[in-house]
T-cell receptor
Framework: AQKVTQAQTEISVVEKEDVTLDCVYETRDTTYYLFWYKQPPSGELVFLIR??????QNEISGRYSWNFQKSTSSFNFTITASQVVDSAVYFC????????????????FGKGTLLTVNP | SAVISQKPSRDICQRGTSLTIQCQVDSQVTMMFWYRQQPGQSLTLIAT?????????ESGFVIDKFPISRPNLTFSTLTVSNMSPEDSSIYLC??????????FGPGTRLTVL
């Protein structure tokens, strides 16, 4: 069974600080996808990034960067120079690819990390 | 990117009643899903909505409690039946055009008194 662990329940930083959100996953599959979603107070879940298990290159998008390390089963998310608008709950999720009877599209979410960025 | 809408955005309901939530996408999608997010919790998959056939439910969720319809490739409904206060949650639909990335609707905030 797949599992996603986000050990940090809450993080509070001051604006302009860098912050890293940790994500550790468990899966028996060799082919899988990892995701990060943002949930602001409005409640909508916003897709941020998808990574497949064969692509370990780090990715940067503006102030956001992601570090994928298969050796430690981690997919960490860093926000550089945080802003108040970054305040949200961030979810890491895992999806196993494959053809086993209808379950290959299922997303397993971590419990989320509440990030508060104070002015 | 497609626009995903849900109706209602929020509702307050009485115990024992039922509520039907709609999910509409402005383009055809391959997969549609329904999730529940209980207060302060993560998301849990309720079921996969299959076009033209019965939904596929996850362990712990049954059709009598959460009947789902998907009459076409752009629309699905989730009904929460015989509600109790424990059903108070955010209900989210998600859609996918492939086997991996899911995009979520704005959610329906349900409070059961």
């Amino acid at each position: 069974a797949q599992k996603v662990t986000q050990a940090q329940t809450e993080i509070s930083v001051v604006e302009k600080e860098d912050v890293t959100l940790d994500c550790v996953y468990e899966t028996r599959d060799t082919t899988y996808y990892l995701f990060w979603y943002k949930q602001p107070p409005s409640g909508e879940l916003v897709f941020l990034i998808r990574r497949n298990s064969f692509d370990e290159q780090n990715e940067i998008s503006g102030r956001y960067s992601w570090n994928f390390q298969k050796s430690t089963s981690s997919f960490n998310f860093t926000i550089t120079a945080s802003q108040v608008v970054d305040s949200a709950v961030y979810f890491c999720a895992l999806s196993e690819a494959g053809g086993r009877g209808g379950s290959n599209y299922k997303l397993t979410f971590g419990k989320g990390t509440l990030l508060t960025v104070n002015p | 990117s497609a626009v995903i809408s849900q109706k209602p955005s929020r509702d307050i309901c009485q115990r024992g009643t039922s509520l039907t939530i709609q999910c509409q996408v402005d383009s055809q999608v391959t997969m549609m899903f329904w999730y529940r997010q209980q207060p302060g919790q993560s998301l849990t998959l309720i079921a996969t909505a299959n076009q033209g056939s019965e939904a596929t439910y996850e362990s712990g969720f049954v059709i009598d409690k959460f009947p789902i319809s998907r009459p076409n490739l752009t629309f699905s409904t989730l009904t929460v039946s015989n509600m109790s206060p424990e059903d108070s949650s955010i209900y989210l639909c998600s859609v996918s055009w492939s086997t991996d990335t899911q995009y979520f609707g704005p959610g329906t905030r349900l409070t059961v008194l």
